[in-house]
Structure formats: structure tokens, C-alpha cells
């Protein structure tokens, strides 16, 4: 498989699997007198989405950038990554403190007294899938910034069948300086010529 379309396949990839398991619970917790609270990972880190977000769309700008602004957005992928990577690992390091907020939403509680109020709380696997996906994406932009100078551009493929194929421009002069001398440049089988010699017989017999 070409290296190209891997690695920008891995970044789009982590970007969604970032915007996906953004939407699901990263922690769980009880609050006195109730179970079974939860918050996502957009509630815990608003910023959390739009980075995601903009991965994906760096991921389709890389397909057909040119080399210097392969390398840009290569940087660019791997600042973003890292972004979701540190929002995943700061909720995952102190889970009670990354509750703060959606504590006070549900009790009006705030700081010491909205800690007390926390029974129980875990994080689910979703948190450590965002870390993972921050980090391959963080990577992979890396990579792109070191070794995408090798890659084609999309261009190329547009550039006209002359500029590929000198010896069709020649061929297409030396059909027209054919044209000036009288030959017909298509006749490819000699029927002018096949007729001028069945005639000179006949007018010979006449």
C-alpha cells in the first residue's frame, strides 16, 4: 500500500475516532442520593470536538497540498493531536477535578462542598480511545512533516498529454509540414500512392 493515502487514512481516522468517543461517557459517578450520573468527554473538555474536527479536515486538505503546505499541515496535525491527547490525559490524571463543572450543573454546588458530594467516580475506557487516537495523530502528523516532501502532488495528473509526450508534439508538427509538401500525413497505407501506379499502367495501355 502506498504511504500516502495510509497515513492521511490514519489521520482522518483518528480525528473521528477522536469526535466519536468524545460523544461517549468518560466518567461515571454518583452523587449523594443518586446513581448512575454521567459526563462525555465534550462535557468535560468543549474544546474537545472542534479540534477533532479540524484533524479530519486537515487529513483532506493533505491530500492535495503541495509539498510546503504538506509540511505546515503536517505540523498543524500533530499540534492538534497532541491538543486531544492532553484533554484526555488531564480529566484521566484527576477525574474528580475535570467534574468540577458538571457538579455544580447538577447540584449548584462548587468547589470543596461539590467534591463532597461525589460519592463514587471511574473512568471508562472512552477517555484512554481519545488518548490513544490523540497520540497516533499526533504521529502521523509528524511524519508528514518530516517525509512528505517525497509524496506526488495531485497536479501532476492535470498536466497536459503534450508536456508528457514530446514526441507527440513533434509528431503533430511533422504532420502539418507533410500537409504543406502535398502528403496526406493519415494515409498510412499508400492508397495514393497503390493509385497513381494503377493508373499509370492503364493510361500506359491507352
Given amino acids: 500500500m502506498r504511504v500516502k493515502p495510509l497515513t492521511l487514512g490514519v489521520i482522518a481516522i483518528a480525528g473521528a475516532v477522536a469526535l466519536g468517543a468524545g460523544s461517549q461517557a468518560w466518567i461515571t459517578f454518583s452523587l449523594d442520593g443518586n446513581t448512575g450520573e454521567q459526563s462525555t468527554g465534550h462535557d468535560l473538555n468543549a474544546a ?26 503536517g505540523v498543524l496535525v500533530a499540534g492538534l493531536g497532541g491538543g486531544v491527547a492532553a484533554l484526555a490525559a488531564i480529566v484521566i490524571a484527576d477525574p474528580e477535578a475535570a467534574l468540577t463543572a458538571r457538579v455544580t450543573e447538577l447540584t449548584g454546588l462548587a468547589g470543596h462542598a461539590g467534591f463532597a458530594a461525589v460519592s463514587s467516580e471511574s473512568l471508562t475506557v472512552w477517555s484512554w480511545v481519545t488518548l490513544a ?10 511524519f508528514v512533516a518530516v517525509a512528505s516532501g517525497r509524496w506526488g502532488t495531485a497536479g501532476r495528473k492535470y498536466e497536459s498529454s503534450s508536456a508528457k509526450d514530446p514526441a507527440r508534439s513533434h509528431d503533430r508538427i511533422s504532420d502539418w509540414d507533410s500537409l504543406s509538401d502535398g502528403d496526406d500525413p493519415t494515409d498510412d497505407d499508400g492508397r495514393g500512392d497503390s493509385d497513381g501506379d494503377d493508373a499509370s499502367p492503364g493510361t500506359a495501355r491507352a
Fill in 48 to 73: 474537545l470536538s472542534p479540534i477533532a474536527i479540524a484533524i479530519v479536515a486537515a487529513a483532506l486538505a493533505l491530500s492535495i497540498a503541495g509539498p510546503v503546505f504538506r509540511r505546515v499541515l
Fill in 133 to 142: 487516537a490523540g497520540v497516533i495523530a499526533a504521529l502521523a502528523g509528524l
